[in-house]
């Protein structure tokens, strides 16, 4: 049975949390910040926003959330943006750091280096933007490849988990076709 109006939950410890709500919103789901295992019960989905994700991590240690968000995230479609991609990976380099698992991809921090700290990009036909952002470099056979920039995936799905290298929450153009893609989902699982 679908849901005509899930809740989709952006984890707001750190980060571009509250850019959000106007995409969910426009389409037609309702918007949580979530920081605590009573709300992660609530969301029928989260949102991993872009931000700093060493910074997240521990804040995520400090409240003691690992295992309570490892528990939701396993039966609920999860959506990493940028630094919430790194969060999401089954592997971590430049520097190796702890992560969920919840994609079968290897990503690299910062990866565009200096020269490309930021940027705006079309993807779809709508701007985007890359800041600081990593490359996923190794991809699991399984995994679809959404998007592609500069000949690297930047935009991937495996079942319920998806993970964007770029931040599309910036535009003001409601909904980003990627929260739409990501809800439609969302009202798909229910
Ligand atoms: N460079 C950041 C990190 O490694 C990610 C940047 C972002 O989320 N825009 O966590």
Same mark, same amino acid.
């Given at each position: 049975?679908?849901?005509?109006?899930?809740?989709?939950?952006?984890?707001?410890?750190? %980060?571009?949390?509250?850019?959000?709500?106007?995409?969910?919103?426009?389409? %037609?789901?309702? &918007?949580?910040? /979530?920081? #605590?295992?009573?709300?992660?019960?609530?969301?029928?989905? *989260? +949102?991993?926003?872009?931000?700093?994700?060493? #910074?997240?991590?521990?804040? +995520?240690?400090?409240?003691?959330?690992?295992?309570?968000?490892?528990?939701?995230?396993?039966?609920?479609?999860?959506?990493?943006?940028?630094?919430g991609?790194i969060?999401?990976?089954?592997?971590? +380099?430049?520097?190796?750091?702890?992560?969920?698992?919840?994609?079968?991809?290897?990503?690299?921090?910062?990866? &565009?280096? =200096?020269? !490309?700290?930021?940027?705006? /990009?079309? +993807? !779809? %036909?709508?701007? /985007?933007?890359?800041? =600081?952002?990593?490359i996923?470099?190794?991809?699991?056979?399984?995994?679809?490849?959404?998007?592609?920039?500069?000949?690297k995936?930047?935009?991937?799905?495996? %079942?319920?988990?998806?993970?964007? #290298? *770029?931040?599309?929450? !910036?535009?003001?153009?409601?909904?980003?076709?990627?929260?739409?893609?990501?809800?439609?989902?969302?009202?798909?699982?229910?």
């Amino acid at each position: 049975m679908s849901n005509p109006k899930p809740i989709i939950g952006v984890l707001a410890l750190q %980060g571009a949390v509250e850019l959000h709500k106007a995409h969910i919103e426009a389409c %037609g789901a309702e &918007y949580l910040a /979530v920081k #605590t295992p009573a709300h992660f019960a609530q969301v029928d989905a *989260f +949102i991993l926003p872009g931000g700093e994700s060493t #910074t997240m991590l521990k804040l +995520i240690e400090r409240f003691n959330l690992w295992d309570s968000l490892a528990k939701e995230f396993s039966k609920k479609p999860v959506w990493g943006i940028c630094a919430g991609s790194i969060l999401m990976a089954s592997k971590v +380099i430049s520097p190796a750091q702890k992560a969920f698992g919840l994609l079968p991809i290897t990503i690299e921090r910062n990866g &565009y280096g =200096r020269q !490309l700290e930021s940027c705006h /990009v079309q +993807i !779809l %036909g709508y701007e /985007v933007s890359f800041i =600081r952002a990593p490359i996923i470099t190794e991809i699991s056979d399984d995994v679809e490849i959404l998007s592609q920039y500069d000949n690297k995936p930047v935009w991937v799905q495996l %079942g319920n988990k998806i993970a964007s #290298t *770029f931040h599309p929450e !910036l535009n003001k153009q409601y909904p980003s076709p990627m929260h739409k893609y990501f809800v439609d989902l969302v009202r798909e699982n229910a």
